[in-house]
């Protein structure tokens, strides 16, 4: 975002996260929110080292190179070894200090993401949980001793309004939103007194990669333009925005806190 200034073309986000040093976890291609958010990050001014699953090395390492980020380490949440490995790994790139840690990842196999919750197995449940909620408390640990260092920090999840209310088909993915949801809290509430500052954004949906592996989705969106408070449906990169306030001091007195960036559709209690 840009605003006129005496003639000039002053960018908002200059150096509002100038020398801040941090870590974004669920980048997998031009589409994801995590993306958005280290585009916003960026141009603020941080630091970045994007994480990374085996399988999408060679695309995270490019979209590294097209941002100018130097770091890319490996990083697969289900694995206790893989997450101690990384922030290791990430210590010695910065001297043992983090700023922030952003949690973009989410996943629930895609035959739980329609039909009835009811069915969900027991497997798709624990997969759901393990990956989309448990891994934030998991990654939480691992930093905690580069926040620490750093005399504090910021912690940013996404979330998504199918962890408050139901939504068609979210089912697994629902549940799993509301431990993390909850998880927010309860890490905010550990970690505040090493000013570790936790926070969710509950972003409305967008054409992802993934979202668009899901049946309705496109409905879904095109109802939200119409109806939403801001008539417009959630961009990635007003989600970036937050998560550069939430990652800067300007949020220093907010944790435990979730933002809803949805064009204010999580405030209707009827589609209009
Ligand atoms: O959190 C999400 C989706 C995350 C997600 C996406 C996939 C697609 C591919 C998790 N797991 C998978 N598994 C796959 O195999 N959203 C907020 C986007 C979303 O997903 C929905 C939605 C919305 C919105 C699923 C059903 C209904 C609405």
């Known amino acids: 975002m840009t605003t006129e200034v005496q003639e000039k073309k002053v960018d908002v986000r200059n150096g509002i996260l100038a020398g801040k040093k941090g870590v974004i976890l669920g980048i997998a291609n031009k589409w994801s929110i995590a993306w958005g958010i280290a585009n916003s990050l960026k141009e603020a001014g941080a630091e970045l080292t994007f994480t990374y699953q085996e399988r999408l090395k060679d695309r995270v390492d490019k979209l590294a190179e097209e941002l100018d980020v130097k770091n890319t380490v490996e990083c697969d949440v289900t694995s206790d070894e893989q997450i101690t490995n990384a922030f290791k790994t990430i210590s010695d790139l910065y001297n043992g200090k983090i700023d922030f840690v952003i949690h973009s990842l989410a996943f629930a196999k895609k035959d739980e993401l329609e039909g009835r919750y009811v069915d969900t197995s027991r497997d798709g449940y624990i997969l759901a949980q393990d ?101 417009k449906n959630t961009e990635t990169e007003e989600v970036g925005d937050t998560a550069l306030f939430l990652a800067s001091d300007l949020s220093r007195g907010i944790t435990g806190e979730l933002i809803h960036v949805d064009a204010g559709f999580h405030i209707l209690g009827a589609t209009n």
């Not at 962890?163 to 505040?192: F, P, Q, T």
């Open 131 to 231: 990956i989309s909620a448990f891994s934030l408390a998991a990654v939480a640990k691992a930093a905690e001793p580069l926040f620490e260092a750093n005399g504090g920090g910021s912690i940013i999840t996404l979330t998504y309004l199918g962890g408050e209310r139901v939504v068609k088909n979210y089912n697994v993915m629902g549940v799993a939103k509301a431990a993390l949801e909850c998880s927010v809290k309860y890490l905010a509430n550990d970690l505040g007194p090493k000013k570790i500052r936790v926070n969710a954004i509950s972003a409305g949906p967008i054409k992802t990669l993934a979202s668009s592996a899901i049946s309705g989705i496109q409905t879904m969106i095109s109802q939200i333009a119409d109806v939403s408070p801001l008539r």
